[in-house]
């Protein structure tokens, strides 16, 4: 039963999205470059999408600076594979 006095609950899914894909590339990314980077870039497209629609800034803010940091770990780790192979 809604309570029409009360306005419904803004759903935050794009900032949970881009929180949740930012820590998954950053933890990811460690080990395997591919996953930082392309959940970096994912994450970092919903957070901007979540800023725009507004909702928990927070939470928006988290997403895009942990998908900005999974994107630079992903590029590290491109960096050091390529020193390690070229070193073989």
């Known amino acids: 039963m809604s309570n029409p006095g ?3 609950a803004q759903s935050n899914t794009f900032a949970i999205v881009s929180l949740v894909l930012g820590i998954v590339g950053t933890v990811g ?3 395997l470059a ?3 980077v392309v959940a970096g870039i994912v994450g970092l497209v919903l957070g901007i999408l979540a800023r ?3 909702g928990s800034r927070g939470m928006i803010l988290a997403g ?3 998908s900005v940091v999974a ?3 992903g590029i590290i780790g491109y ?3 390529a020193a ?3 070193q073989a």
Request: cysteine-free.
């Open 64 to 66: 895009i600076i942990l």
């Open 29 to 31: 990314g460690i080990f």
């Open 71 to 73: 994107i630079v770990v």
């Open 84 to 86: 390690f192979l070229t």
């Open 79 to 81: 960096i050091v594979t």
């Open 34 to 36: 591919i996953i930082g």
């Open 52 to 54: 725009k629609r507004g």
């Open 6 to 8: 009360n306005a419904p």
